[in-house]
């Protein structure tokens, strides 16, 4: 039996429409978004609820970082027993109330380092010598 095909929101066919936007949208009065600029996000637990963070992992990053929903009485839980974490005192996780000021939250901190970026092999860590160029054998 064949897949029942997607509606198209607006104005774009199906399949150029992100599945993550779908998540983001419309953020209920009793939810937050958070965003985070780990790796592979981050499973966050208080007693038996866990909520997982979508990280730079997640089909949909703004400046580096994924953006999930989370029930905002747990966030605030949350946030108050992990504020003195360096994700958190670092900016790599954030709280905001709507997805206008989580995309520019994240845009506006593009630049935060989480330490777990990849290398830059046009600039080699000290002691190593760098690849050269593609294309041109080094001798």
Same mark, same amino acid.
């Given at each position: 039996? /064949? ?17 993550? $936007?779908? +998540?983001? #949208?419309? =953020?209920?009065?009793?939810? &937050? ?6 790796? +592979? ?16 992992? $997640? ?10 929903? &989370?029930? #905002? ?14 994700? =958190?005192?670092? @900016?790599?996780?954030?709280?905001? $109330? ?6 520019? #939250? /994240? ?7 989480? @330490? ?6 046009? *600039? ?5 010598? @760098?690849? @050269? *160029?593609?294309? *041109?054998?080094?001798?």
């Amino acid at each position: 039996m /064949a897949a029942k095909p997607t509606q198209a929101r607006a104005g774009k066919p199906a399949w150029e429409q992100d599945e993550d $936007s779908e +998540q983001l #949208e419309g =953020v209920k009065s009793n939810q &937050v978004l958070v965003g985070c600029k780990l790796p +592979q996000g981050l499973h966050i637990h208080i007693n038996e609820t866990r909520v997982t963070l979508n990280g730079t992992n $997640s089909s949909r990053i703004i400046g580096g970082y994924g953006l999930t929903r &989370v029930d #905002e009485s747990f966030m605030e839980q949350w946030l108050k027993l992990h504020a003195d974490t360096r994700a =958190v005192r670092n @900016g790599l996780i954030f709280v905001q $109330s709507n997805v206008k000021d989580a995309e520019a #939250e /994240a845009r506006d901190n593009a630049e935060n380092k989480n @330490g777990m970026e990849g290398v830059d092999f046009n *600039k080699p860590v000290h002691d190593v010598e @760098g690849l @050269g *160029k593609p294309g *041109k054998v080094q001798e």
